[in-house]
């Protein structure tokens, strides 16, 4: 008997970091924050409101094992510390109530906004973060203080799940996906009419038998995410300067697609967008432990 | 800050808006409301640094809100709505 064995189109990279400059030993309050997403889960782990390491990977079934995991590899980035040395830890995103080693649960809202502030700057205003299964429109302050948000999150179109469907549908590795997008030379062909994940697959699969091209079907699916995320960011208005966070902020396909809607440049950054949740947890642990409201030892 | 509370999907937004700045936690939505959709917590959830007590749309009713608004959203001769009528700080709106 011979097995079949395919090619995962839709797995993207999972990756740990360290930052080489700080060193542990001489931090006063590390911080960890653990965003739990439906896709993917972040740890990152901050020396006195710095980032020191972090690790980024898949959840998968088990919220509980998706955290422990994470963790264990932020660690394993820094090799030497040993997880008794954190003074508190903060679970957010989906699976916030299920991270068992937590001292407490922040929603992946406030952390967003305060990660975003911490990753791109305090000129942030508005932060759109685009998960793997909801979308979030969020407006905050200089301080990263919320001060208006939208969460659709009954609904995957338009978020990194359906894409991970298309990559897969397509054969196009979802890294690949945004400049594939862009390959197709003719007009840029109408939106699916249907962002509904299913309904825009076979809507996909029709359009591929009528002799479209991948490159084509994929500029098409892009663009109704793009329509389908400015429709939430309508809703809460847009404000100067423009972030965004979460694994979609890697694909140029749908961003590059969003913002001329928008009207505005994206601001950039060096740090992986996906962390945005996990820093805005470790720097809220931060805050608590200076405010003397860490973990009673 | 201007929590919205609900989704969009195909047949349109469904969103209930708490002006949270506005909310001083005092129930009076929570008892309104016949579809109980409002629950009073102590801390704002989406601001952990803040520690009045707050009005939220219940998580397990958020993703139904088309439907449990429904009652009180008749097409015909609609009447103010209990939720709003009751906030004494008129914190509560609705997109639809």
Known sequence: ?297 | MLANYGYKDASGDFFITIDTDKCNGCSECVSACPMSCFEVLDEDPNDPLREDPVAIVSPVKKKSLKYECGPCKPTADPSPLPCVQACPRQAVSHSW
Not at chain 1, 107 to 120: K, L, P, S, V
Not at chain 1, 154 to 171: I, N, P, Q, Y
Not at chain 1, 259 to 272: F, K, S
């Open chain 1, 1 to 297: 008997m011979t097995e079949e064995t395919k090619q995962e189109f839709w797995r993207w990279t999972e990756s740990n970091y360290r930052n080489p400059d700080l060193d542990w030993n001489s931090a006063k309050h590390i911080t960890v924050g653990v965003d739990v997403g439906s896709v993917s889960s972040q740890a990152v782990i901050m020396a006195d409101g710095a980032v020191l390491a972090y690790g980024n990977m898949r959840t998968g079934a088990d919220s509980p094992n998706s955290a422990r995991n994470a963790l264990k590899y932020a660690l394993d980035a820094i090799g030497d510390m040993p997880e008794e040395r954190m003074d508190y830890c903060i679970g957010t995103g989906y699976g916030r109530v299920n991270v068992p080693f937590a001292d407490r649960s922040i929603t992946e809202i406030a952390c967003h906004a305060r990660g975003a502030n911490f990753i791109y700057g305090p000129q942030v205003r508005t932060v759109l973060d685009v998960g793997g299964q909801d979308i979030k429109a969020i407006q905050c302050d200089e301080r990263g203080k919320v001060t208006h948000f939208l969460m659709n999150d009954k609904c995957a179109a338009g978020t990194g799940r359906g894409m991970e469907v298309f990559a897969d549908l397509l054969g196009v590795p979802i890294q690949k996906v945004g400049d594939r997008s862009f390959d197709y030379k003719g007009e840029e062909p109408e939106a699916v009419s249907s962002t509904c994940v299913v309904y825009a697959k076979s809507e996909a699969t029709g359009l591929l038998r009528k002799g479209w091209s991948k490159e084509q079907v994929l500029a098409a699916y892009c663009k109704a995410m793009a329509e389908r995320i400015y429709a939430l960011i309508e809703r809460v208005g847009v404000k100067a300067e423009f972030a965004v966070t979460g694994g979609m902020a890697k694909n140029r396909g749908v961003m590059d697609r969003v913002m001329p809607m928008v009207g505005l440049d994206r601001m950039q950054t060096d740090y992986d967008t996906q962390i945005a949740g996990a820093a805005g947890a470790a720097l809220f642990g931060y805050a608590l432990c200076q405010k003397g409201k860490g973990r009673k030892k």
